[in-house]
């Protein structure tokens, strides 16, 4: 991106010519990275210049990575991720097929994660997946692939049986994204005269399809330079930094704008470039502004759907609700809405129908918790489950959703406990819970993780009760998810002693020779 540094800095030296680099806003400041100076040194250092005191920094880094430039960085929960790039060392050039993320918090660096070699290409953030469009490989190939990389996982997703076809005349353009679609724009060959031309292109990611926008009778006069998107959020942002800025700086004052754009909430593209027919060189390539609103475009962003919202402030609203539901614990009422659990729950419907008396009184009591009732009641009005939930919570729904046959909240609860949930202080429990809702698989993935932690298992007080609530005297429930647990153990299982961490400390007598040992279940092949 083409960056012009502030000339009315207050304080700190700016960065050495150079181009190639790499310009990221974060928290107010302006982070530049890397870059090849005009003799040709590719640079490693880190550069910042705050936005609100206007003086230029260099951070104290930690760790080491390689100078290059023609690579790509994006800022994402205050990590900068760097993308390949062009390096060189004592014998050649060469193309790094590495991913390095710099944490904006400690000033360190990561090890290198492999990924795709790639530089000029273009990388463009959409919630929590960096999309890497093009550039050239190793060999110095122009390619159009794209995959992405799943910034929690750091995993890397080829994406192939793509549609449509965008055709660049050398690998040098910019992506941009609206929403989940990836706009590409750059130069094209055209066939037809021998010429180029500037071409835009749009991708709905989840469809995986080019499509190419017709916008060359606005390109056809001049030289574009840079191409972004411009939201209201950022034009709002830009504006504060205009105003922070000298009313003389020359860069504000040379663009002469070509604006074919209405005021509006929906994104502009922007682009940067010079409309004079002759341009000697060398020539202002950011003299003029050409703005389009994409929607003329036919682009679209449509706004993230708000109905588990919106249904969700109904629940306990006292307006317009024409029933309550109290559960067995609590004297709290829980406002709801006949038509609203008519609906979503067939129980609700038929009690309802058959002119019980609560469907007269307009109250219901159920036997579960407080908490569990309200958990239960908020899937019916969003037919979404928190999985921030606490463990025992989420058991207890999972058995009402079996009682009342809610087979979707009850695969949620199960799914939720398998995967944020199983640990060694919750899996009996869950156990339990599995075999009273007759989840099968849950019974058993649960199963198999007291198989493989029992020596720690078997010192919490859910696996006491469970073999003390299980015997004689106890429920019906009880007792069947205890004789569910030993019907799963293989006869031919024991408990071997192996390494494990308990001291000599742990009430062994003297004779005791220090070694740690631990119970583990096994079974004999």
Known sequence: MPFFPPENAKEGVPPTKRYGHTAVLWNQ????FGGSNEYYEYRDDVIVFSLQTKTWSRPEIRGEVPARYLHSATVYKNKMYVYGGFAKNSKCTYVLEEMRILNLDTWTWSEAYTVPARYNHSASLVGSKLWIYAGKDEAGNTVSDLHSIDLTTLRVLPHTGITGKVVLLKSQHFSEAIGNQLVVFGKYPNETTGTSLYGLWIMDLDQLEWRKLDVDRCLEDGAWNYFTIVTKKTQQRHRQLESSMSVDDPHLQSSSSMDI????????????????KDRPQPYDHFRDVLSINVEYLGVFQVPPPTLQWHMSLMLNNEEFADFTIVPQDSM??????RMVLSTRWPHFKNMHASGMIESTRGTMVLPEPYSVVFAFLSFLYTDTVDVDLDCSILCDVMVMA???LLDRLKKLCAS???RHHLQVDTCVRIFQ????SQEHGLKK??????FRNCGAVMKTEDWFLMWSQGGDGSS???????????EGIPDDASLEVTPGSRRSSDGYGSGYDGANFEPTLRKDD
Not at 332 to 337: L, M
Not at 476 to 486: C, M, P, T
């Open 476 to 486: 019906g429930e009880q007792r069947a998810a205890l004789e569910d647990f030993i």
């Open 261 to 276: 754009d209405e005021p509006g909430s929906s994104p502009s593209l922007i682009f940067l470039g010079n409309t004079e």
């Open 416 to 418: 939720i406990l398998h």
């Open 402 to 404: 079996n009682m009342y």
């Open 332 to 337: 709290r009422k829980i406002h709801v809405h």
């Open 29 to 32: 400041n302006i982070i530049i």
């Open 433 to 436: 819970a599995a075999c009273v």
């Open 445 to 450: 993935l649960s199963q198999e993780y007291i």
